[in-house]
């Protein structure tokens, strides 16, 4: 079956920097896409990037622009979440997700699959 694992999240200083990664198996994801999101307690799960794994397209959602970028290296079936100037609001359990259509959607009910989550939390 298919299974997203998360990784990388943690504590971090407002202006810093992480990478999460997000190691999909399970089946082949060449005509996936695959997303970030994140939840913040008390708050409904937000979209922040997707990317088409086999062009390489993405998007992001204008909250993060400029500071997040998602990246996948098919070698290692992994994406990832480069995350710079890091701000309080940023604090939410960040999931990876799965779409089978390929799709670079925001919306969340488009995703197939999902991982568990990674805490990431930006100190002030």
């Known amino acids: 079956q298919v299974q997203l694992v998360e990784s990388g999240g943690g504590l971090v200083q407002a202006g810093g920097s992480l990478r999460l990664s997000c190691t999909a198996s399970?089946?082949?994801?060449?005509?996936?896409?695959m997303a970030w999101f994140r939840q913040a307690p008390g708050k409904e799960r937000e979209f922040v990037a997707t990317i088409r794994w086999s062009t390489g397209a993405t998007s992001h959602a204008d909250s993060v622009k400029g500071r997040f970028t998602i990246s996948r290296d098919n070698a290692k079936n992994t994406v990832y979440l480069q995350m710079i100037s890091l701000k309080p609001e940023d604090t939410a359990v960040y999931y990876c997700a799965a779409d089978r259509s390929g799709l670079l959607t925001p919306r969340r009910y488009e995703y197939d699959y999902w991982g568990q989550g990674t805490q990431v939390t930006v100190s002030s």
């Open positions: 399970g089946r082949t994801f060449t005509s996936y896409s």
